[in-house]
């Protein structure tokens, strides 16, 4: 039987779609066990959305959405760090949410500012031994297919399972003041499920990105922490 070039295709797009590695520096982890307190700071947020989408949210729209996103991720990251510490244990400090945006916001540091690549100043204004720079790009795309896990097969005859139209691109990197680049950074990528349905105000447009998302964030946020270099193994 001859095997048609749409089935390699197919197989690559498992190996890429749900992207999920580690990369680190050189002597990391002699850097990492001498940080005692580390900070969480706001998401780096990127939205993809589909021509429809961005007929309804414009530039300001879309603004204000990352906005909100970038600062209820940090919380629900950090939160979800705490829960995890009430069980296990981790080899550094967290610092209080509320003190990290205070330090950031009597210092005038604009979103735009916190993901410089330079941290040195932000490290000092922080003052922390190290932060975690968070990053998520949410791509919606318009049409649904038919999926098993991250594996698309429309029209091939594959029952379908469920139906994917959100892509989730999440990276963390812990930075110190030893190197201009991370220490280590993690970085996982998979499709979820959004309503595929007609939108027709930017309220609707807003809930469909936020329910997708945060019906999900727990299980990303806890493949991470299990990845993290900080735990104590």
Request: hydrophobic fraction near 45%; charged fraction near 25%; charge should be positive.
């Amino acid at each position: 039987m001859e095997i048609k070039p749409f089935f390699y295709t197919c197989i690559l797009f498992v190996l890429i779609a749900c992207n999920h590695n580690i990369i680190v520096a050189k002597n990391y982890k002699e850097k990492i066990t001498a940080h005692k307190l580390i900070a969480i700071l706001p998401f780096n947020m990127t939205l993809n959305l589909t021509e429809a989408q961005q007929k309804i949210l414009d530039q300001k729209d879309q603004g204000i959405l990352r906005q909100t996103l970038s600062l209820d991720l940090q919380k629900n990251l950090y939160f979800r760090v705490l829960k995890y510490l009430k069980k296990n244990s981790i080899s550094v400090q967290v610092q209080d949410l509320e003190e990290t945006l205070s330090r950031l916001s009597s210092n005038n540091i604009r979103f735009n500012d916190l993901h410089n690549p330079n941290k040195t100043a932000l490290l000092k204004i922080l003052g922390v031994d190290a932060i975690l720079d968070p990053e998520m790009t949410i791509t919606q795309h318009g049409v649904s297919f038919s999926a098993i896990g991250p594996l698309f097969i429309p029209a091939a005859g594959v029952a379908i399972v469920e139906s994917r139209n959100l892509y989730i691109d999440f990276s963390v990197s812990v930075k110190d003041l030893s190197t201009d680049t991370a220490l280590w950074n993690y970085k996982k990528g998979d499709w979820y499920m959004a309503k595929n349905k007609v939108k027709k105000n930017k309220k609707e447009v807003s809930n469909d990105f936020l329910e997708a998302l945060f019906l999900n964030v727990d299980d990303i946020f806890k493949a991470f922490i299990l990845k993290s270099p900080y735990l104590k193994k």
